[in-house]
C-alpha cells in the first residue's frame, strides 16, 4: 500500500469539493481532491448544471459590472422560499447558514475569476448563471486549486475513514488506479455527492421501478462514500426518500442526459397515456415545481406524461432535450400521434377548457387564473383554454438529479455522530449531507448550498488544524 500525506483531503470534485479544496489551498493547506471518475467525466453533478440562486440584494458584485435584474431579492426571502419549498422541515440554523453566506461565496467565486449571467430565471429571484460550459466550470475551479498547490487524483474511489483512539479522523483509504492507497491527513472533507446514480439505491429509497429512472448526471454518485462516512458513526439524516426529480425529455439518455427539460409546461396540461390529468400544473412557478414533478410523472403508467399547449403559450416554451414536439392543426390529429388513449384525451381537454375563465394572462408571476368549479385536480394559475391551433404536445418522465439523505452535519459542515456529537477532523457538504431538502426543491440552491457549505467545511478545517498545531 502507498501512502500520502495532506493537511486536508476532500473526498469529490464537484461544486461542494471544488470549493473546499480551493479555499483550503488558498489558505494555505496541503490538499488533495479525489475523484472517482475519470478526468473525462470530472464534476459530479456539478458537470451537468450552471445556475446559482443569488441573494441580490446581499450582494454586490458591481465592482466587476454585474447587475442584477432582481435588485431586491434577499437572504431572508432565499430563507423562506427554502422553508416553503420543504414543507418547513428543513434545518433553520442549515438553511439560514446557507442564505446569509450566499452572497459573499458569489463574491468570493466571482474573485476567483468565475463569470455570470445574472437573470430572472423564475418568479421573483436572480439565478446566476456561469457563462463557462459546465465542463469549463470544473476545469477552471481546478485550475485554481492548482495554481493554489492542491492535487487533484482522478480514478481514485474512498474506500476506509481512519480514526485514532478518540475517534479524530486522520485519514482514508482509496482504490487509486490499480493500487489501494493510503492517505493520513488532518482532515477530511466528505463532498461526494449523494446516491441517486445507484440502481440499487434508488429501488431501496424510492421504490420498485425507480432502479429504471433515468440520471441527468453524473453516473458515478453511487453512495459508497457516504456508507464509508456512516460506517465512521456518522449520523444518517435527512429524507432518504426524497429527491430532486425533475420533469424532462422522455426520450433523454439513461445517464449524462443533462438538463433536457421542457420549461413552460405550467402554462399547459400533462397528461398521462390514459389521457387524464394527474397535477396541478400551475401550483406555483416552473423553478418551485419542476423538481417534484419529475417524480409525479414517473409514477404514471409507463413513467410517461405529455404536455400538450396550444399556440397562445406555445412561445414560452424552452425545451432542450433531444425530441420535437407533435405538431397538428387539431386534437384529434394531435392525440392520434401520440401513444396515450385519444378519446379520453380529447374528453379531458374539453372538461379543462369549460373549466376556464381566464382574466388577464401574465406569465411572468402567478396570474391567479384558476379553474372554476370542481375540476380535479384544478389548476391554480395560468389556466388558459387549450382551443387555438396549431396544437403542440411534448413527451416527459421524471428524470433523477441529486437525492435529498446524507450525513448529519452543523451549520459548520462538521459531521455529527448518532450521538450528535462533532466527529473531530471530519466535515461535509453538498449532497453528501441530509436537513435541507424536503419533498420539494427550490430552483438554483443545490449549487449554492454546495459552494457554501464546501468554503465552510475547508475554513473549518482549517481553524481545527491551527488549533491542533497550537496545542502540540
Aim: charged share 25%; proline share 4%.
Amino acid at each position: 500500500m502507498s501512502q500520502q500525506y495532506y493537511d486536508i483531503v476532500v473526498v469529490g470534485c464537484g461544486m461542494a469539493g471544488l470549493t473546499a479544496g480551493l479555499r483550503a489551498a488558498e489558505l494555505g493547506q496541503s490538499v488533495a481532491v479525489l475523484e472517482k471518475s475519470p478526468k473525462a467525466e470530472r464534476g459530479g453533478q456539478t458537470g451537468y448544471s450552471e445556475s446559482f440562486r443569488v441573494p441580490s440584494a446581499d450582494t454586490d458584485l458591481t465592482e466587476f459590472g454585474y447587475e442584477f435584474a432582481v435588485p431586491d431579492y434577499t437572504a431572508d426571502q432565499f430563507y423562506d422560499d427554502i422553508m416553503a419549498r420543504t414543507d418547513g422541515q428543513a434545518d433553520p440554523d442549515i438553511a439560514r447558514t446557507l442564505v446569509d453566506n450566499a452572497g459573499r461565496t458569489i463574491e468570493w467565486l466571482t474573485e476567483h475569476g468565475v463569470e455570470w449571467d445574472m437573470e430572472p430565471l423564475a418568479v421573483g429571484y436572480t439565478v446566476g448563471r456561469t457563462w463557462f460550459d459546465n465542463d469549463q466550470l470544473v476545469a477552471h475551479l481546478i485550475h485554481e486549486i492548482q495554481d493554489h498547490g492542491g492535487d487533484v487524483y482522478y480514478e481514485t474511489s474512498a474506500r476506509r475513514l481512519l480514526q485514532d483512539d478518540a475517534f479524530r479522523v486522520v485519514g482514508l483509504e482509496a482504490a487509486s488506479g490499480d493500487e489501494c492507497v493510503r492517505f493520513d491527513c488532518g482532515a477530511v472533507v466528505l463532498a461526494c455527492g449523494g446516491y441517486e446514480s445507484s440502481p440499487e439505491k434508488r429501488a431501496r429509497y424510492y421504490g420498485a421501478g425507480f432502479d429504471d429512472m433515468k440520471v441527468r448526471g453524473s453516473g458515478y454518485n453511487t453512495g459508497e462514500a457516504i456508507e464509508m462516512a456512516l460506517a465512521a458513526g456518522a449520523n444518517a439524516t435527512g429524507q432518504w426518500s426524497g429527491a430532486h426529480m425533475a420533469l424532462i425529455d422522455a426520450n433523454s439518455p439513461d445517464v449524462g442526459g443533462g438538463a433536457n427539460r421542457v420549461d413552460g409546461y405550467q402554462y399547459g396540461v400533462i397528461l398521462n397515456v390514459d389521457g387524464e390529468r394527474f397535477l396541478d400544473e400551475g401550483e406555483d412557478a416552473r423553478a418551485h415545481t419542476y423538481a417534484k414533478f419529475g417524480r409525479e410523472i414517473f409514477k404514471q403508467p409507463e413513467h410517461l406524461g405529455f404536455i400538450v399547449l396550444d399556440s397562445k403559450t406555445h412561445g414560452l416554451v424552452r425545451a432542450t432535450g433531444p425530441s420535437e414536439p407533435a405538431v397538428a392543426d387539431s386534437l384529434e390529429d394531435l392525440f392520434a400521434q401520440l401513444a396515450l388513449d385519444a378519446s379520453v384525451a380529447q374528453s379531458t381537454i374539453e372538461t379543462f377548457n369549460a373549466a376556464c375563465a381566464p382574466d388577464e394572462f401574465d406569465p411572468h408571476v402567478l396570474d391567479g387564473n384558476a379553474t372554476e368549479g370542481d375540476l380535479r385536480p384544478r389548476k391554480s394559475n395560468w389556466a388558459l383554454p387549450i382551443d387555438d391551433p396549431p396544437y403542440y404536445a411534448y413527451k416527459v418522465t421524471g428524470g433523477i438529479t441529486f437525492s435529498f439523505g446524507g450525513v448529519e452535519t452543523s451549520s459548520n459542515a462538521e459531521v455529527l455522530d448518532d450521538r450528535r456529537r462533532v466527529i473531530p477532523g471530519f466535515y461535509a457538504a453538498g449532497n453528501a449531507t441530509g436537513k435541507l431538502f424536503y419533498n420539494n426543491y427550490p430552483g438554483g440552491t443545490g449549487l449554492t448550498n454546495a459552494a457554501v457549505y464546501g468554503k465552510i467545511a475547508a475554513e473549518q478545517a482549517d481553524t481545527y488544524l491551527d488549533q491542533r498545531t497550537g496545542s502540540n
